[in-house]
Each structure stands twice: as C-alpha cells, then as structure tokens.
C-alpha cells in the first residue's frame, strides 16, 4: 500500500530533525569545543574551537545549503557594504597598510580572520535554517538540560580546582578557560531558559539560580545578568516597586560587601584591578584610533596594531605582559576602534533590535502559553542578553556568543521580518 506523498516527507523531515540529546551535546559544545582548544591544545584564542565547531555540524547543516539562496536583502546589503568600507580603509590608510605587511603577525590575521568569519556565518545562517524546522518541545527540553548540566559545571568549579595543562594559567572554569567566558554562555542560556518558563516562581528559581552563582565564583559578567533577569520581571505596579527597591538595596549592600566586585566596579586610572583597567584601556584606545583615523577605523583585526597607551603601560607594569589589546576588553570598543562610523552605525543599530527584544521580552509574560512563540522568545533573549558582550565584556568576534547573535539576527531577519511584534513563520 502506498503512503500520500505529503506524508512520505513529513516523516522524513521529524526522522531528520536530532533528538534532545543530540540538542543538548550541539549545544554544549559550542562553548567547550573553543574552550578545549585553548585549554587542551594551547590555542591563543577561541577561533580555532569555534571554526572546528562549524567545521563539525556542517556536515549536518550542508542538507540547508539551497535555503541560503534566498538570504535577507538587508543582510547582503551589509556584507557588501563591509567589504567595501573595508577597502575604502586600505586605500586610506595605504602607507600604514603596507608598514603593517612588515610583522607577520598582523599580516596574516586578517586575511586568515576573514574567510574564516565567513564561514562561521554561513554556518550560523544554516542553523538558523535547521532551527526553524525543529519541534518546539524538544527544543525546549534541550536549553532546560544545557542550563541544568552548566550549573552543575559551576559546582564542580567551586567544589573543586582545576590545574592541569593550560588551565593553570588562568583562573579557569574548567572547560572553559575563564570565569567570563564560562559568564557570558550560561548568562545567554540562563536568560532563554528563564525567558520560556511559563511561571513567575519558576523565573524567580533561575533568577535566583544565576544571581547565587555570580556570587560564589564571583563573576560581575554574570552579575550583570542576573540584574538583566530583574529587569525582565519587574512590573510598574506599587507592590512590584516596592519589592524591587528592597531588593536592589539588598544586592547592592551585597555586592560592595565583597571587594572583588567593588574592585572591578571602580573604573578609574588609579585603579590596580587588572578588570578595571582593562575595561578602561577599551575605552581610551576606541577614542585614540577614532582620532587618529579620522574616524574610518583602524581595519578589521587591526586593534592592537595602534601605540599602547598610558593604561597599557600600568597593565604591563602589573600583569607583566600587555592583556585584551586586541579584543578591546568587550565588543563595542573592537567594533569602534576597527570600523569607526561604520562600527558605530552597527552600535545603534543593535541598541534599537535590542530595545526591540527588551519590549517583547517584557510583553511575553502577559500573553497566554497557547499564543507564546517559543522560537522568536529564544532569539529575542540571544539578541538582548548580548548587550552583556557588547558592553560589558567580550572576546573579540570569534565567541559563542557571536555565534549565537549572527544565528540569532538571520532568524529574525528571514523568518521573523525583522519584527518581533509578528508570529513565526518557521516550518
């Protein structure tokens, strides 16, 4: 007896989609695969683990490949628009172009960065593709799992300590090889899970969750989180103003109670918390190579190529070595100080879809669970929660969390009509 042929492919298609466990471990790799490299194989930064990741679930999203042919107009719009600002910076800055083919090292990042950014986006674009057609239950269960076994990775860290390998030199979070890095992945994955529960008392657990975290690491990245979860709760009514003032007194009193988080708070030149000053030499170099370019930018993958500065040298003079002159210390000063007005036309651009996020965000906790569209709460948490690597603390353009934001913005771009007030239009 022969099936309708509707029927023959839909059951293709669920045989095709991956089972939550196989969610779970696509998830999860995508932070300790870069992490492993660095780690394990003395990688100098993440974009080894994260080209290695795309590398391996290519092989699976290869199958989307004909759903790019219909890429948003405003995405090519961009990349074309990138490519030729670009060029414009080369033929601008021509003389200090060819001064930088003098070191090997700056020579060859860009040009080894760009194809490989690409290729992390195509990548990204295609999961946003597989994304789309996955079942909202699954998927579901998959970012509860991932949020569970990450708290379980943060107790193992607290319990114990990690030395081995390249884990010693740093104040790792095994497999990850910082505090902020494990921060910025479990902030984004805390603010999906918290975003799709369909209670107040269950978004309090995880609020909660985070907030106890932050404080036994420490880490003031996923501090910031936490306040970003408080934000999405807080309703403009009497008794919610109320209870919101006590606790953001009580928070505070908590917080400067602890010297780490004070230290790091206190952004100053006279500081000699490596955080503070690191964050602060972002801030004096973005406004360096603005000037110093005439506001073009110094070039992609070219922050660090500029004289150090004054908070350069106490860096050194402390830490014994330079730190962060290439990432900037968090996103926004890597995009300023490389792009210029481009950078910062891409700045507000992101604070407006993010806005957007927040709104909708916000709106979702008075609509029914019948009418919440699962798949556009998770991208409107991936866009808002990375505002944290945008201002905060970020590591240059090869993070999960870029990843998670180009997978994000090409959702909301194909699927959503770069709206968040209409329904998805997923398969």
Do not use: W
């Amino acid at each position: 007896m022969s099936h309708p042929r509707y029927l023959i492919k839909d059951s293709n298609l669920i045989h095709s989609m991956p089972s939550v466990f196989i969610l779970v471990m696509a998830i999860l790799s995508l932070p300790f695969i870069p992490g492993v490299g660095v780690g394990f194989f003395y990688a100098k930064s993440l974009s080894l683990g994260l080209f290695s990741f795309c590398l391996i679930y290519s092989f699976y999203f290869v199958r989307f490949l004909p759903s790019l042919q219909f890429l948003p107009r405003s995405l090519c719009v961009s990349i074309l628009l990138l490519i030729l600002y670009s060029v414009i910076q080369l033929v601008y800055f021509k003389e200090f172009a060819v001064k930088q083919l003098v070191s090997v090292e700056f020579a060859l990042k860009p040009l080894v960065s760009a194809p490989i950014l690409f290729f992390i986006f195509i990548t990204s674009c295609l999961s946003a593709v597989a994304f789309s057609k996955m079942n909202n239950d699954a998927l579901y269960k998959a970012i509860l799992a991932v949020f569970k076994i990450l708290i379980l990775v943060a107790i193992f860290n607290i319990i114990f300590q990690v030395n081995f390998l390249n884990y010693i030199h740093y104040p790792s979070l095994f497999p990850f090889t910082e505090p902020s890095q494990f921060a910025q992945f479990f902030g984004t994955i805390a603010t999906i899970s918290f975003v799709l529960q369909k209670t107040l008392a269950l978004r309090i657990l995880i609020g909660s969750l985070v907030f106890c975290v932050a404080l036994a690491i420490p880490s003031v990245t996923l501090m910031v989180y936490a306040f970003l979860l408080f934000i999405l709760t807080i309703k403009a009514r009497l008794a919610d103003i109320i209870l919101s003032i006590l606790l953001i007194a009580l928070t505070i009193y908590t917080v400067i109670s602890i010297p780490y988080f004070t230290d790091r708070l206190i952004i100053s030149q006279s500081s000699d918390n490596l955080s503070a000053l690191v964050y602060l030499q972002g801030i004096t170099d973005v406004i360096y190579s603005l000037k110093s370019t005439s506001y073009l930018g110094l070039g992609f993958q070219s922050l660090g190529t500029q004289p150090p500065s004054e908070i350069s040298a106490i860096i050194e003079e402390i830490a014994g070595a330079q730190l962060n002159r290439e990432d900037g210390g968090f996103l926004a000063a890597k995009i300023l100080s490389e792009f210029g007005v481009l950078g910062a036309i891409f700045i507000i651009y992101y604070m407006r879809i993010g806005f957007k996020a927040f709104l909708f965000l916000r709106k979702q906790n008075s609509v029914s669970n019948i009418r919440r569209d699962l798949k556009a709460l998770v991208v409107a948490a991936i866009i808002f929660a990375f505002s944290v690597e945008i201002f905060v603390r970020g590591a240059g353009y090869f993070s999960p969390g870029v990843f998670l934001f180009l997978f994000s913005l090409f959702y909301f771009k194909k699927y959503m009509k770069s709206s968040f007030s209409s329904p998805s239009q997923s398969a």
